[in-house]
């Protein structure tokens, strides 16, 4: 074994409930803002697949673990749907999903494998949206209830807990850029949208302190994007330092060391995008930071100094501090159009030992989307080799960031089984199992046997 990691090391896979569980109006769950899109447009899906019926997790879920044991996961993370659990969003929960929640948990530690639980990935309930969604600091309340019914529920065996799924990527694709409901594109809404979902998460954290949880942690999951300038010139830096403070910095410096970036306060404030604030929210940010972090890497985003000045009138962006920059000879993942830049994950983790006190930390997501996978079929299995080059690359690089001090405990990919993704549904397929999406039928990928002789011998 050349890339040994340390013991107990957590091999494991990601997931989320609108992804995998389908049952969408099963069970007494209630809509959340996919269901209500897919409703009203379904044709901005891929191939018109809504959310409706996804992988099949909430009837298959003994059989899933079963498999994730198979393979060697000592970790498993999912989502609980708010809507499922408190159809609504607020009030009664609903028994069915207390059921089902409590019974997923508890098969997966009968196998062995520890459940790691979020709690938001992308799913507001309708009913909120409604009001305002993350506009909304009525909304921000209905979110910390919503914390302390799960806390209660499930806090007697669940050790490690995460309060939201990249809280960027709601603002990005439902304020900004028009890949998620509401469809608005608005910074300054997206920027509120933003600080109130920071506000949740902090009260969520502050409602944990307050339980007895036996121990257990509390963290978040950023997907975390190392911004890349194109060149040492003053000006590639500074536009790739704000990119940096839009994409990374607005949601990793409240939530670990307590503080918004002063620059970045200062660049909203003198664009006139600072958000709406309530006394006594700084102290509640500053005294919940996080016991653990969740690092979803995928990409780095490369940037370089704007070459034309934003036209005053046009409404503010943070596009108007930096280009996007394609380098030359960057490796694609040539499936899902996204660049390859392994070290990035070693970058990270050396940034979090460096400025953000060493917080303990793993790689939550990080995966290869295939586009038409089933043409890599041989003997009747994905032979997915790429995939595996993909995995062993980063794990080659946290490694050498382990050896120099990084404080990672482990790796999940995404993900468990290929699974519905946003307005992507099934177009990019990112498991250790394909899924049928007709029949359900899961088959082990060519990765799924060789990710079960890593967890087995911690290495590789
Ligand atoms: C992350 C999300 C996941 C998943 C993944 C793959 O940003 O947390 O929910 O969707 O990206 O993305 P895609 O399916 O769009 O390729």
Do not use: C
């Not at 957590?10 to 769950?29: F, L, V, Y």
């Not at 609903?94 to 062995?112: G, H, K, M, S, T």
């Not at 690089?397 to 999940?412: D, P, T, V």
């Amino acid at each position: 074994v050349q890339f040994k990691f340390p013991d107990g090391f957590w091999w494991g896979s990601a997931t989320s409930a609108t992804q995998i569980e389908g049952a969408a109006d099963k069970g007494g769950k209630g809509k959340n803002i996919w269901d209500e899109w897919y409703a009203v447009e379904p044709n901005r899906f891929f191939e018109g697949v809504g959310p409706q019926t996804t992988s099949g997790f909430y009837d298959k879920y003994k059989e899933d673990v079963q498999l994730m044991k198979q393979i060697g996961h000592n970790t498993f993370r999912l989502s609980i749907s708010w809507s499922r659990l408190i159809p609504g969003g607020r009030g009664e929960v609903n028994q069915e999903a207390a059921a089902f929640y409590n019974n997923v948990i508890d098969e997966l530690i009968a196998n062995d494998i520890e459940p790691f639980v979020n709690l938001y990935h992308f799913d507001m309930p309708l009913e909120l949206q409604n009001e305002g969604g993350w506009e909304s600091r009525a909304v921000v309340d209905a979110y910390a209830d919503y914390a302390r019914e799960a806390f209660k529920l499930f806090g007697d065996r669940v050790g490690k807990w995460f309060t939201f799924n990249e809280p960027i990527v709601p603002v990005e694709g439902g304020y900004l850029y028009d890949f998620h409901y509401p469809n608005v594109v608005d910074a300054k809404r997206a920027a509120q949208v933003g600080y109130h979902t920071m506000v949740a998460h902090a009260k969520a954290v502050e409602v944990f302190r307050s339980l007895d949880m036996k121990g257990a942690q509390i963290g978040i999951i950023l997907n975390l994007t190392p911004s890349y300038p194109r060149s040492q010139n003053p000006a590639d830096l500074k536009a790739s330092r704000i990119a940096d403070l839009f994409f990374n910095r607005s949601f990793l410096d409240p939530s670990v060391l307590g503080e918004y970036p002063q620059e970045l306060i200062d660049i909203l404030e003198e664009h006139g995008q600072l958000p709406v604030t309530e006394p006594g929210d700084g102290q509640l940010i500053k005294s919940n930071t996080v016991d653990l972090l969740g690092v979803n890497y995928y990409q780095p985003r490369r940037v370089k100094a704007k070459e034309t000045l934003p036209n005053p009138y046009s409404p503010f962006m943070p596009e108007w501090f930096f280009d996007h920059y394609e380098m030359p000879g960057r490796k694609m993942n040539k499936y899902r159009g996204w660049e390859i830049y392994e070290k990035g994950i070693y970058d990270i983790m050396m940034n979090l030992k460096e400025n953000y006190g060493n917080i303990e930390s793993f790689i939550s997501e990080n995966g290869m989307g295939v586009q038409d996978e089933d043409r890599f079929i041989k003997d009747g299995q994905i032979q997915d080799d790429y995939r595996i080059e993909f995995i062993k690359g980063h794990l080659e690089w946290l490694h050498k960031a382990i050896e120099e001090g990084a404080n990672a405990k482990g790796y999940h990919l995404w993900s468990f089984m290929d699974n519905w993704s946003w307005m992507n549904a099934y177009k990019n397929r990112y498991g250790f199992f394909s899924v049928d999406i007709e029949t359900k039928e899961r088959t082990p990928k060519k990765s799924a046997d060789w990710i079960k002789q890593v967890s087995e011998n911690n290495g590789f």
